[in-house]
């Protein structure tokens, strides 16, 4: 019998430290903004009246990081692409790509954090967008956030941020999240922020299918174990 | 008899994955701890093709779970795709 309780212990103890071992990958997607000029002419009175036409416009409207890395290099020669037999991109490059692609986004497509809350809310963007492996963030991931997990994004942001002024809304840590509850909601990732999350503010006409102006910016989440 | 007992929960809890103690039935957050964080970095093939309608945009991006390159400082998460990225434990 003894032998039986000491199996059990050593059992106990090795799941313990195999579970602490468990490191992961997570990453927080550049933002996918909306190119504004389509949206106003999708809202209000406008706004789709199917979920497929909603996902068109969403699809229509949307610009990710890597297309803007693309499309934006002819007009902003300090972007750097990586080509397929390339060495990796140094951190001064990383940084250089990514504060000229906050300038171009806004400079030569329109782009703002001004999505309409109802297309966020109906549509899949994260997945349509980046992938099917990624998603919107939920209110039980920013709860497993720490101190440290905040902090570093905060720091990265500033730290890649040129000081163009238009490019600013690019480095927003206001963004949109599903709340437990299932509702679409807003999400602080400043450090110390308090309400962490908290519900959206008012669109410009004061419902859902009208544009928002708060500098909420859709980020997406992906969670990959590293093991 | 009571061994058996005892290492049956142990089998049990091992399995589960529960954390000795919660005690309330709810499942705790995770303890996290941040760690030096690596930049993914892998080229972007066609990020024209993704935007094509009906292409799942994974299959032609770059994939993100894959560390490629270990850099430090403040934009050590920092990846090609714009995204930030950081390593943490589940413990």
Redesign the interface.
């Known amino acids: ?2 032998t ?2 000491m ?3 050593a ?2 103890i ?3 430290a195999a ?12 933002p996918i903004f909306p190119q504004v000029l389509v949206l106003y002419e999708h809202e209000g009175a406008n706004f789709p009246a199917t979920i497929d036409e909603e996902a068109a416009v969403a ?1 229509a409207a949307a610009l ?4 803007l ?2 499309e934006c290099q002819a007009d902003y020669p300090g972007i750097t ?4 037999e ?1 060495p ?2 140094t ?1 001064e490059q ?2 250089a ?2 504060d000229l ?1 906050a300038q171009c986004s806004y400079e030569k497509h329109t782009a703002k954090p001004y999505w309409i809350p109802q297309l966020v809310d109906d549509v899949d963007i994260c997945g ?7 998603r919107l963030p939920t209110e039980e991931d920013i ?4 101190d ?2 905040f902090a ?2 905060q ?6 941020a040129g000081g163009d002024w238009w490019g600013g809304f690019y480095f927003s840590l206001r963004i949109f999240v599903r709340a437990s509850d299932g509702s679409l909601v807003m999400g602080d990732l400043t450090p110390g922020a308090a309400p962490r999350i908290q519900p959206l503010p008012s669109t410009v006409n004061g419902t859902a299918t009208s544009h928002l102006e708060g500098g909420i910016v859709l980020r997406c989440l ?1 969670v ?3 093991e | 008899m009571r061994s058996i007992g005892v290492l049956a929960s142990a089998i049990a809890l091992v399995l589960c994955g529960c954390e000795v103690g919660a005690g309330d039935g709810t499942v705790p957050p995770a303890q996290v701890r941040m760690e030096a964080s690596a930049p993914v970095v892998q080229p972007v093939l066609s990020p024209e093709a993704a935007r094509e309608p009906g292409v799942d945009p994974s299959v032609v991006l770059p994939a993100v779970d894959t560390p490629v390159v270990v850099a430090t400082g403040p934009t050590a998460g920092l990846q090609y795709d714009g995204s930030i990225a950081f390593r943490r434990v589940v413990k």
């Open positions: 019998m003894k039986l309780a199996t059990g212990l059992l106990l090795l799941g313990s579970r602490a071992t468990a490191d992961e990958w997570v990453t927080v997607s550049a699809h990710n990081f890597q297309s890395l693309v692409l990586l080509g397929p390339d990796p991109l951190p990383l940084t790509n990514f692609v349509t967008e980046l992938g099917s492996e990624w709860a497993t956030f720490t440290e997990d570093f994004l720091e990265t942001l500033t730290t890649v992906h990959a174990s590293a």
